[in-house]
């Protein structure tokens, strides 16, 4: 199965008939993120026979902002806002995409994120990046976020202590919940503290979580086959509902940290929203 394969049955699992989201976020590192958002807008419209894609890009109902420069512009945001403003000619999905979401500039992000608070109906946002968390986290937390990464590409620069160092800290919240916070000796706190070294663990943290997800549902690992009896035990103590909530705590901590340099007290929180105590997000 090549790399496209795999991402087309990734998305399968994000993208259901009657249940299409008005915005999908793609982080990845695949070089040519367009053809990833080319695959799920045919997912997309593939619960109506009567659309190709062919079709709603001659009608002008799909607009892609690839710019070459280093910023998307405000102005950039205000036209595509201006071309969807009247509906489609044949009632048809209208599809926009922003390749180098990261690119946004302050204004354009918080034009955009009004776009996406007040989605009219059919419109369809697919953002491509490879890092989300340079977006605004109110763009990010409005959008179904879909992690494609190459695994050969992840895991190349990560040591077996460092593993160790990301699976202990997992287990220690997997096992002990709440008391988490109380068993900390069981990986290296010290280097958490480094605000760098802890923004890179909580990122790598996504992909253990990303393969318990892919083992729950068809029972393989893309990037830890190593620490497989570990990735199959937290699978185990947890459904579906329960991953998903440990991994937007995860991204909320990545965007807090931005501007909180206590990583002390983002771990305690990390651990408790972990757990599902929401006074903490």
């Known amino acids: 199965?090549?790399?496209?394969?795999?991402?087309?049955?990734?998305?399968?699992?994000?993208?259901?008939?009657?249940?299409?989201?008005?915005?999908?976020l793609i982080e990845s590192n695949f070089e040519d993120k367009l053809i990833l958002a080319?695959?799920?807008?045919?997912?997309?419209?593939?619960?109506?026979?009567n659309i190709s894609i062919e079709e709603i890009k001659l009608n002008n109902d799909l607009i892609i902002i690839d710019s070459d420069t280093n910023t998307i512009k405000t102005e950039e945001i205000e036209n595509l806002k201006e071309l969807f403003m009247t509906k489609s000619i044949n009632s048809n999905p209208r599809i926009y995409v922003i390749n180098g979401a990261e690119k946004l500039n302050e204004y354009a992000s918080n034009k955009l994120l009004k776009f996406i608070e007040e989605p009219e109906e059919n419109i369809i946002a697919i953002l491509l990046t490879e890092n989300k968390s340079n977006l605004l986290e109110t763009i990010i937390s409005r959008c179904q976020i879909i992690r494609f990464f190459i695994s050969k590409n992840i895991l190349s620069k990560l040591d077996d202590e460092y593993i160790d160092n990301m699976f202990n800290f997992v287990m220690n919240i997997e096992k002990n919940k709440v008391e988490a916070i109380a068993f900390q000796n069981s990986y290296d706190i010290k280097k958490l503290s480094d605000r760098k070294y802890f923004l890179d663990f909580l990122n790598n943290l996504l992909y253990i979580y990303d393969d318990v997800i892919t083992y729950k549902i068809n029972n393989t690992v893309n990037y830890f086959l190593s620490y497989f009896e570990k990735i199959k035990e937290i699978s185990e103590n947890n459904n579906i509902n329960d991953l998903k909530k440990k991994i937007n705590a995860i991204n909320i901590c990545i965007n807090r940290l931005k501007y909180n340099p206590n990583t002390k007290l983002l771990i305690d929180k990390l651990i408790l929203l972990m757990n599902g105590d929401e006074e903490y997000a």
């Open 38 to 49: 080319e695959e799920l807008i045919k997912l997309i419209l593939s619960f109506d026979n």
């Open 1 to 24: 199965m090549n790399e496209i394969d795999k991402f087309i049955e990734k998305i399968k699992k994000y993208v259901k008939k009657d249940r299409i989201n008005h915005a999908y």
